[in-house]
């Protein structure tokens, strides 16, 4: 037999442990794939099955990476979701509203599922920035962090947009827009500084992971709940529209 005896550490049991006996890279593989199955059966039930390649495409896409987060960092991902469904849907509402128009079903299932991506990701951008500038050799918390933090952000706006996209071809956003929003709500939050969560691996024994509830139990706890709420009402300015077409 060969093979590598310490894979479930990557190979490196000094600095990486698997107390639960699982495979960490094969958990979060299997909730990447539930995300994207989830995400591509929602648009094919919205468009009646008529969706393009391109549509599942992206919703697999969105799906897989907000299917990971909640692997990764389940209470924060969760709590971001959250928020992002919150101001995603209030958003909608309210142009509906404005422009006293009915809101269709399409409407609603896509600004649920943008809001729950975009926030599913943004939750753990902070942590995840953090863990690829170690991974570089940079701090946790220095500027490399923080454009990397800024940079998840983004992508995660235009993966949402271009999922609710696909799933109401009929009122679509610009992804441009979700991208800068994103990325700008990413910065937004760059000023609650939350000692102590600065990776993926702190993020993982952080208290409010175990509950939702614990999300408001401390004070750094109620800081991460703050930066959800600034992180979504900045990234829900994309719906608005502007500056790109």
């Not at 699982?22 to 979060?28: D, R």
């Not at 391109?54 to 924060?76: E, M």
């Not at 404005?98 to 599922?113: E, L, S, W």
């Not at 975009?118 to 863990?131: F, H, R, Y």
Request: charged share 5%; proline share 4%; glycine share 18%.
């Amino acid at each position: 037999m060969t093979g590598q005896s310490y894979g479930y550490g990557q190979g490196s049991p000094l600095d990486t442990t698997d107390p639960s006996g699982q495979c960490p890279w094969c958990v979060i593989a299997i909730g990447a794939a539930i995300g994207a199955v989830v995400n591509v059966a929602v648009t094919a039930v919205t468009t009646g099955g008529h969706g393009s390649l391109g549509q599942y495409a992206a919703a697999a896409g969105a799906g897989a990476a907000a299917g990971a987060a909640v692997t990764v960092a389940p209470v924060l991902a969760v709590g971001g979701a959250i928020a992002g469904v919150g101001v995603s849907v209030a958003v909608t509402l309210g142009q509906d509203g404005i422009k006293r128009q009915p809101v269709t079903g399409a409407q609603m299932v896509a600004a649920v599922d943008s809001g729950a991506i975009s926030g599913a990701i943004g939750g753990i951008a902070g942590p995840l920035g953090g863990t690829l500038a170690k991974g570089a050799g940079f701090v946790a918390n220095g500027l490399v962090a923080k454009v990397a933090t800024v940079g998840i952000s983004a992508a995660a706006g235009a993966l949402a947009q271009a999922s609710a996209n696909g799933i109401d071809p009929c009122d679509q956003s610009s992804v441009a827009n979700a991208a800068l929003f994103g990325g700008l709500g990413g910065a937004a939050t760059l000023r609650v500084s939350i000692n102590g969560v600065m990776t993926i691996k702190q993020a993982e024994s952080f208290a409010p992971r175990k509950s939702l509830g614990a999300l408001l139990a401390t004070a750094s706890a109620r800081r991460i709940s703050t930066s959800y709420g600034i992180s979504a009402g900045v990234g829900g300015g994309s719906l608005f529209g502007w500056p790109f077409p």
